[in-house]
């Protein structure tokens, strides 16, 4: 499958069976810097808000503490979905409202 424009494909090294969700966020957010640091040719362990305003990062499912469709911190720049969940506009303005 080809990504939409200005949409990145990344894939983390972590078991998302068995990794609860803070230790996939971390995954996430370094993979993401490292992949968007390479692309614009520059140090891969720079902060990501370096290359973006706003990341929706969205997963596959959920298999560890699943109680939620969505989560984004407060005053933060990225939001995070398990499954179909990123489909829902509900779900997008309540977790952009964070």
Not at 53 to 75: K, M, P, R
């Amino acid at each position: 499958l080809q990504s939409a424009p200005g949409v990145i494909d990344i894939q983390i090294d972590v078991d998302i069976t068995a990794t609860g969700r803070s230790d996939v966020r971390n995954a996430i957010l370094d993979k993401a810097e490292e992949v968007m640091g390479i692309h614009f040719g520059l140090d891969p362990a720079t902060n990501l808000k370096m290359y973006v305003d706003h990341a929706l990062f969205s997963l596959a499912g959920c298999y560890v503490d699943c109680g939620w469709a969505a989560y984004a911190s407060v005053g933060g720049y990225y939001q995070v979905y398990q499954a179909q969940y990123y489909g829902y506009a509900g779900v997008q303005l309540h977790e952009h409202g964070h």
